[in-house]
């Protein structure tokens, strides 16, 4: 029997960060894991670091090196890879409390099953405040979709799947492009499937300057291939509700002018939402080409 549980970490040019995960991966209280790097092309000196953890035999580490394809495209690889039940992502600046594999480990033996997608946790600051709101305590399992959109839990939480699940709908990779957002995977997953509650913090974060989150813009504006194939899914989505569809054609209508796109309207999957999202959406590429 292997370890349950994946931690999957991809990473580029994080050296100076890396060592926080693997200093709150050698405290965990359950040792049920197995951790894999995934270095998307880093030039600093992220391998040597990292094969010195691996000579002291401390923690089960996997590392791949592969040319950089951007987060996507390192969760494409981390998923083709991994081979335990469950995986979760532990990002190159953030760590995980001391009994996060426990929690996940003994919630999941208790309560897991093949009818569910996995859990939902909380991400947590530094001090211990959590990021956005808690999980609603009166839910056992929800997509999460409806917990965004229903019952309006906000911030980053904190996600684990079964594996044989996450290795379906591969992301895109796309010439000269480095961004696909990672939530078509996570929604195409909702429309089979319920994720467990568990109001735990299971991640602490810190949103570091050249992380890709507070790059939104530029990344919107240099990856417009990558956005406009997420829009068009998310308008696909079964379950959505017409307003998060409208909002979904506005971006659409923006990803596809920044690609000079003249056939969005004919391959849009809502026509009558794309073209009532089309002054929107013209405002928001005028704004993105002013700010980015």
Not at 152 to 157: I, S, Y
Not at 171 to 181: A, F, R
Not at 269 to 280: D, F, H, Y
Request: proline letters at 4%; charged letters at 25%.
């Amino acid at each position: 029997m292997g370890p349950t549980l994946t931690i999957f970490t991809p990473t580029f040019n994080r050296a100076y960060s890396l060592h926080l995960c693997y200093e709150s991966l050698k405290r965990q209280t359950c040792k049920d894991f197995i951790w894999l790097i995934i270095d998307d092309g880093s030039t600093d000196n992220t391998k040597e670091l990292i094969n010195s953890w691996i000579e002291e035999s401390v923690v089960p580490i996997k590392y791949y090196y592969q040319e950089n394809q951007g987060m996507h495209g390192a969760h494409n690889t981390a998923y083709e890879m991994i081979d335990t039940e469950l995986n979760v992502c532990i990002d190159s600046d953030d760590y995980m409390p001391i009994d996060a594999v426990e929690l996940i480990v003994s919630f999941w033996r208790k309560h897991g099953s093949n009818k569910v997608s996995g859990i939902v946790g909380l991400d947590v600051y530094k001090n211990g405040e959590v990021v956005g709101s808690k999980l609603p305590t009166h839910l056992n399992s929800t997509t999460l979709y409806d917990l965004y959109m229903t019952h309006k839990v906000t911030g980053d939480k904190k996600l684990i799947y079964r594996s044989e699940l996450t290795k379906k709908y591969p992301y895109p990779v796309y010439k000269d492009e480095k961004y696909v957002g990672l939530s078509y995977k996570y929604h195409k997953i909702d429309e089979d499937y319920q994720m467990l509650l568990l109001n735990e913090p299971l991640c602490v974060v810190e949103y570091l300057e050249d992380g890709s989150s507070l790059n939104m813009l530029n990344q919107y504006k240099r990856n417009p291939k990558g956005f406009s194939f997420l829009r068009v899914e998310l308008m696909k989505l079964p379950f959505a509700s017409t307003s998060f569809k409208f909002r979904q054609a506005i971006h659409y209508v923006s990803s596809s002018l920044l690609l000079r796109n003249r056939r969005f309207l004919k391959e849009t999957p809502s026509k009558l939402l794309t073209i009532l999202a089309m002054p929107v959406g013209t405002m928001l590429y005028i704004y993105i080409l002013v700010k980015s």
